[in-house]
């Protein structure tokens, strides 16, 4: 079984920085990729970033692009999430995900049900 624990989230102020990680373990971890969503009190779950962890490919939404930065350390099995410039309509929960099945283009992995595990999940507030 497979379990991600992200760690870093927080309240800053508009303009500051927060890094994400989010720690997978499981006896025979092997992703597709892995990548982030978010839910903000009140609405759905959007997505935000994903990498593919072969390769170190990342896709963007496009809210993210610019100010997220999504890598992956494959040694420590460990995804972040650089978030700079953040707003406070970046308010929400972000969840990691990950996927474990192939045959799909990363860059289309924008959807919720295209990852089969998600982590508990971090409170990232931004104060205006």
């Known amino acids: 079984q497979v379990q991600l624990v992200e760690s870093g989230g927080g309240l800053v102020q508009a303009g500051g920085s927060l890094r994400l990680s989010c720690a997978a373990s499981?006896?025979?971890?092997?992703?597709?990729?892995m990548g982030w969503f978010r839910q903000a009190s009140g609405k759905e779950r959007e997505f935000v970033a994903t990498?593919?962890?072969?390769?170190?490919?990342?896709h963007y939404a496009d809210s993210a692009k610019g100010r997220f930065t999504i890598s992956r350390d494959n040694a420590k099995n460990t995804v972040y999430l650089q978030m700079n410039s953040l707003k406070p309509e970046d308010t929400a929960v972000y969840y990691c995900v990950a996927r474990t099945s192939f045959g799909v283009s990363y860059y289309l992995l924008t959807r919720a049900n295209d990852y089969n595990y998600w982590g508990q999940g971090t409170q990232v507030t931004v104060s205006s």
């Open positions: 990498i593919k962890w072969s390769d170190g490919s990342t």
């Open positions: 499981g006896r025979t971890f092997n992703p597709y990729a």
